[in-house]
T-cell receptor, first 115, second 111 residues
Framework: AQSVTQPDIHITVSEGASLELRCNYS??????LFWYVQSPGQGLQLLLK??????LVQGIKGFEAEFKRSQSSFNLRKPSVHWSDAAEYFC?????????????FGDGTTLTVKP | NAGVTQTPKFQVLKTGQSMTLQCAQD?????MYWYRQDPGMGLRLIYY???????DKGEVPNGYNVSRLNKREFSLRLESAAPSQTSVYFC??????????FGPGTRLTVT
């Protein structure tokens, strides 16, 4: 069965500082990997996704993530955080060739940005 | 193009009451999902529908039923609400690249 671990429940960074959110997954084959962001009171929005090919993936809002098969990780990064990035971030792993393409979500990491 | 819409946005029920949460998508996606989100527990899949006419249980289906009315609409029904069903409910549809598109959510309180 697939699973996702986001080790950090809550992270606080200063505006302008760099950010890295960790994600580790468990899956038997090459997974589909996603990062979603959820602003307060809103639904989730896709930041970026990895299916195959280049292991460094660029997303919206200046985010990027790197797939490292040897570490079963897909960490999200941003070089300079803006106050508007404060939100909850979810990593998800999707199973290929399964019914309906179900994804499993991590429990989320809440990002607070200090002025 | 409205994406995924959900109604109602907020609802308060008394224990034992029933209600149906509505979800519709206009992106012609085959697959649709219902999740619940509770603090510190991420998203848990309640039911999903791989295509019109099919539904399957997810991780936490007890106390819920679903109907895939047509390709656009996927409803979630609580037959006898319980306080443990107090949560935020999200509907999502999925495209052929497995990207999920979420609705704005329904905030349900059961007293």
């Amino acid at each position: 069965a697939q699973s996702v671990t986001q080790p950090d429940i809550h992270i606080t960074v200063s505006e302008g500082a760099s950010l890295e959110l960790r994600c580790n997954y468990s899956y038997g084959a090459t997974p589909y990997l996603f990062w979603y962001v959820q602003s307060p009171g809103q639904g989730l929005q896709l930041l970026l996704k990895y299916f195959s090919g280049d292991t460094l993936v660029q997303g919206i809002k200046g985010f990027e993530a790197e797939f490292k098969r040897s570490q079963s990780s897909f960490n999200l990064r941003k070089p300079s955080v803006h106050w508007s990035d404060a939100a909850e971030y979810f990593c998800a792993v999707g199973a290929m060739n399964t019914n309906a393409g179900k994804s499993t979500f991590g429990d989320g990491t809440t990002l607070t940005v200090k002025p | 193009n409205a994406g995924v819409t959900q109604t109602p946005k907020f609802q308060v029920l008394k224990t034992g009451q029933s209600m149906t949460l509505q979800c519709a998508q206009d992106m012609n996606h085959n697959s649709m999902y219902w999740y619940r989100q509770d603090p510190g527990m991420g998203l848990r899949l309640i039911y999903y529908s791989a295509s019109e006419g099919t539904t399957d249980k997810g991780e936490v289906p007890n106390g819920y039923n679903v109907s895939r009315l047509n390709k656009r609409e996927f409803s979630l029904r609580l037959e006898s609400a319980a306080p443990s069903q107090t949560s935020v409910y999200f509907c999502a549809s999925i495209d052929i690249t497995y990207e999920q598109y979420f609705g704005p959510g329904t905030r349900l309180t059961v007293t």
